[in-house]
Nanobody
């Protein structure tokens, strides 16, 4: 089992910045990829970006490219999402996701709310 805890959400004005963190605990040795997804009110959960745990390669959704970056600290088992030039349409609950060789199913965090005011 892996436990994921997101933090850093909040209210920010359009054009502002916010940094989210996802801390993993438990059986973290098998983690090979972590990702951020988000879900806006009344919409499906969608992919934001991901990072490979070993190599640190990142993939970002087109909607956030150039504005959001993902990084990880293996020693702290933490993934960070740095968000800048935020737009009202970035308002959503942001979820951390972890894929592990020790589990057939991914793990999800409880989510953290990000609200961007116009």
């Amino acid at each position: 089992q892996v436990q994921l805890v997101e933090s850093g959400g909040g209210l920010v004005q359009a054009g502002g910045s916010l940094t989210l963190s996802c801390a993993a605990s438990g059986h973290t040795s098998g983690i090979y990829r972590m990702a951020w997804h988000r879900q806006a009110p009344g919409k499906d959960r969608v992919f934001v970006g991901a990072i490979t745990w070993g190599g640190g390669s990142t993939t970002m959704a087109n909607s956030v490219k150039g504005r959001f970056t993902i990084s990880r600290d293996i020693a702290k088992n933490t993934m960070v999402l740095q968000m800048s030039t935020l737009k009202p349409e970035d308002t959503a609950i942001y979820y951390c996701k972890c894929e592990s060789t020790l589990s057939a199913s991914p793990y999800w965090g409880q989510g953290t709310q990000v609200t961007v005011s116009p």
